[in-house]
């Protein structure tokens, strides 16, 4: 069964910086593009950024590309997203998905709230 | 960035019925490939979103087929027909031809 399993949220100071995980199983994930996905509290979606199969490649959203840094270790079947210098609108639950094309397995969410 | 402009923001249904989502784009959605890259999503309440349909019309593997996705270019359409309780939720669509990546803002499909 593919299961992704996101980690690493909770309340961060604004400025501060936090490294999201996402484990995966069920699937060879050394195989699969893979992607990081926010919904915000007010429900809108926003795409982050992708991660080709090997690391060699990731492309971002410009408006996030200066400050969130996504990364993945295939010894550890896990997925990373660096967030630096967090601000108040980066409060949101974020998504770990894999891509096929289309997202077919998506985790289960983190939250993170930037609060001082 | 391609704006998805998705109608009706709401729609109330009897369960039974057909409904029908739209999803315009402020740019076409035809890659240089030939293919389209755009997704409908479904968010059910406290679930995650799951993939409904890919490349425009292409199920994706166990979604009903009473989920139908049409259209092309800059229109774009998810006909739902026979309304089941467990189609509730929130309808998205999702570009992934031109950087950066957009979704739309959603419909709301509930009960009438």
């Known amino acids: 069964e593919v299961q992704l399993v996101e980690s690493g949220g909770g309340l961060v100071q604004p400025g501060a910086s936090l490294k999201l995980s996402c484990v995966a199983s069920?699937?060879?994930?050394?195989?699969?593009?893979m992607s990081w996905v926010r919904q915000t509290p007010g429900k809108t979606m926003e795409w982050i950024g992708d991660?080709?199969?090997?690391?060699?490649?990731?492309n971002y959203a410009p408006s996030l590309k200066n400050r969130f840094t996504i990364s993945r270790d295939n010894a550890k079947s896990t997925l990373y997203l660096q967030m630096s210098n967090v601000r108040s609108e980066d409060t949101a639950t974020y998504y770990c998905t894999r891509r096929l094309p289309g997202s077919d397995y998506w985790g289960q969410g983190v939250m993170v709230t930037v609060s001082s | 960035d391609v704006v998805l402009t998705q109608t009706p923001v709401s729609l109330s249904v009897t369960l039974g019925d057909q409904a029908s989502i739209s999803c315009r784009s402020s740019q076409s959605l035809e890659y240089s490939d030939g293919y389209t890259y755009l997704e409908w999503y479904l968010q059910k309440p406290g679930q995650s979103p799951q993939l409904l349909i890919y490349g425009v019309s292409n199920r994706f593997s166990g979604v009903p087929d009473r989920f139908i996705g049409s259209g092309s270019g800059t229109d774009f359409t998810l006909k739902i027909s026979r309304v089941e309780p467990e189609d509730l939720g929130v309808y998205y669509c999702?570009?992934?031809?031109?950087?950066?990546?957009?979704f739309g803002a959603g419909t709301k499909l509930e009960l009438k």
């Open positions: 999702f570009q992934a031809t031109h950087d950066p990546y957009t």
């Open positions: 991660i080709k199969y090997d690391g060699s490649y990731t």
């Open positions: 069920g699937f060879t994930f050394s195989d699969y593009w």
